[in-house]
């Protein structure tokens, strides 16, 4: 399930995904018909949607011009706000996520207080949050309503609450009246040498976010506790300074508090796969510290990397030596050897959209075997589970995803040729094909129109004779966006003939 259908009810999500619809047309004149078509909607019922989001648009910003065309059509080109801006305009009115705004940002939050500021009920809640609690329940979390806030590993509670909020909102604004942003900037600035993504822009604005729902929680002395798991990083480690909070003016943590809040952070930069660069500092101390320290996720990464290279990297064993892959199966690694269940992240709330290729997924199953095949040694019997060997194994394919050359192994489309017989014309299209990697073709014979995926043809008298025929029309004078439009349907093609 994805971000948007555990916090939006059926109506606002229609009106979402109609919005994320006609921001990609980027089109002057685009047929209402034709986006409740693709979008299998009612037309009457897309005409009043559309009218409702051009009237929040108009609200939104004085100056919007209509999306709103005569002849049942509409001007995509004229949307005056961004998908992260809408989101967080319809999320506004979003009981599950007016709710967690509310207990962070409240100093005594409770469920009638909710209902009264947000003229709601009690059954009215619990039926709105449905999803998102049976969301966190997979994670061990659940909502508490006497006192309004979630309950459960506060490790946990933190990652699930900093998920929600940025993803709600994408640094639109500063949800969290309840704390200043500089408190977060310095907190940023205090740990920043630890998380590669203080570096860059969006990456530091996730970390306020993320300093935001740590300050709040403490603010209501919701306090994380030391796992002894860390002992094999954080002991004896003058790297992860355990005094980094000492000075820190903000309520009245005794000492003991202090080291459990600071390995909490550390904890943070190590769970995450945000390594992208291979001479990150970060990450030549994450491989130094965890080669140099005797521990089981070193080892299993070690593992897993020399099964990659026998069972599918054989080719080209080098581009796995690369540091970033090893440092991100290690924060990967890492996190399910602290936790030992599943977890919140980003890429679990998103979703995926497109099922992998064969290939890929030969190579996630492989990996998924590999993983259950080892999980009875001793190094790994205590966090390599039947529960977290599936994730494990798809958060290890997804970091190789990358360097795997699937197409290599993928089955090819078959696409005729119907163009005029002329060689200036066929050959950049037969060269356009080629580059690929994933197509053959043929000059168009109709004895073979049973083994095309695809026929591209610069006449439509084909697509009249032969009207079960998947045809794509190219016209000689086309430019780039053609060529786009062509590669989208041949990945389209390629990935649904291979999974």
Known sequence: MHFEELLMDSSTLIKYKLFKKIMYLASPSYPIAQIASEMKLNYQQTVIDLTEIDQELAQLDPEHQSILLRAGKINSQNLSCTLDDYRYHLLQSSVPFQFIL???????PSIDDFCIRYNSSRSTVSRKIESLKTYL???KLRFTYTEAGMAGDERLIRLALFNITWLGVKGVTWPFPAMDEAIAEDLVDRFAIHFPLARTYIGRHELKFLAAIFYLRLKKQNYVRYDKSYNFLLKDNS?????????????DLNPRQKRQEVSFIYFLSHIIPFYTIDDDPALLHTLKDFAQRPNPVYLLAQDYLAWAKEHFFQDYEEVLSQPTILGNLLNVGFGYYTIKHPFPSIPHILGREQAPVRSLRELQEGSQDFLTEISGREDYRSFLTPETIPLIAKSFTEILEPFFDWKKFATKVNVGIALEHNYLLITNLQRFLAETRFATWETFNSAHLKDYDL???SSLILSRQFPEANVFFWDH???EP???ALL???AT????KNR
């Open 137 to 139: 329940k997979q994670f």
């Open 493 to 496: 093609l390629v990935r649904k």
């Open 477 to 479: 004078t086309g430019s």
């Open 482 to 484: 053609q060529s786009i």
């Open 239 to 251: 790297y992860y300074d355990m005094t980094k909070l000492d000075d820190w003016e903000f309520f």
């Open 488 to 490: 989208q349907h041949l």
């Open 455 to 457: 026929v591209i043809t």
């Open 102 to 108: 509310y207990f962070l940002n409240e100093d005594q």
